[in-house]
T-cell receptor, first 121, second 111 residues
Framework: EAQVTQNPRYLITVTGKKLTVTCSQNMNHEYMSWYRQDPGLGLRQIYYSMNVEVTDKGDVPEGYKVSRKEKRNFPLILESPSPNQTSLYFC????????????????????FGPGTRLTVT | RKEVEQDPGPFNVPEGATVAFNCTYSNSASQSFFWYRQDCRKEPKLLMSVYSSGNEDGRFTAQLNRASQYISLLIRDSKLSDSATYLCVVNTYTGGFKTIFGAGTRLFVKA
């Protein structure tokens, strides 16, 4: 079954204790991305990766690290979590595809993992 | 001004109604556009991509107006199961593809 998996699904931790949230996809997608979702703020992009060893910052990268050593995995690392990183986190992946008949239109239809609810106390 | 703005909602409609969602984006360099739906506390799920020529999938029709930087989603013959939050999503190429989500519009379809 084609899917994006995240682990753990729920985590309660304390300030300063390093943690990693894993993300894995089995669809051979080049593009992967991390988002956080907060009430009133919607989904915001943290980091994304166009392919192996290629990562870049999204809108809210502060306090997070990522790596992309293999195509299928894109872990999110919180070196020193703080309470303001309490949030619902989603990983997503996509192929890029060129829309047939429309020159230059490339879409990234993203497929999301089930989410990780993180609480930092 | 937010990069992607949607109707604040919520929309409350009876079954069978037609409902329209609107979305505007501020970056004229934006290149790809989508509608996602999200059920409470679940992951967003792709509803449809939005192409310059417009596209339709069953009861759902999406339109894109690049000149006005405007995207729309029309749902015809609403079902109870359409109740969800609808998210307008825009990708902008800046060396890589950045993704911006609208805040979402909540839809309640009632019997």
């Amino acid at each position: 079954e084609a899917q994006v998996t995240q682990n753990p699904r729920y985590l309660i931790t304390v300030t300063g204790k390093k943690l990693t949230v894993t993300c894995s996809q089995n669809m051979n997608h080049e593009y992967m991305s991390w988002y956080r979702q907060d009430p009133g703020l919607g989904l915001r992009q943290i980091y994304y990766s166009m392919n192996v060893e290629v990562t870049d910052k999204g809108d809210v990268p502060e306090g997070y690290k990522v790596s992309r050593k293999e195509k299928r995995n894109f872990p999110l690392i919180l070196e020193s979590p703080s309470p303001n990183q309490t949030s619902l986190y989603f990983c997503a992946s996509s192929l890029s595809r060129r829309v047939v008949g429309l020159a230059g239109e490339t879409t990234y239809e993203q497929y999301f993992g089930p989410g990780t609810r993180l609480t930092v106390t | 001004r937010k990069e992607v703005e949607q109707d604040p909602g919520p929309f409350n409609v009876p079954e069978g109604a037609t409902v329209a969602f609107n979305c505007t984006y501020s970056n004229s360099a934006s290149q790809s556009f989508f509608w996602y739906r999200q059920d409470c506390r679940k992951e967003p799920k792709l509803l449809m991509s939005v192409y310059s020529s417009g596209n339709e999938d069953g009861r759902f029709t999406a339109q894109l107006n690049r000149a006005s930087q405007y995207i729309s989603l029309l749902i015809r013959d609403s079902k109870l199961s359409d109740s969800a939050t609808y998210l307008c999503v825009v990708n902008t190429y800046t060396g890589g593809f950045k993704t911006i989500f609208g805040a979402g519009t909540r839809l309640f379809v009632k019997a």
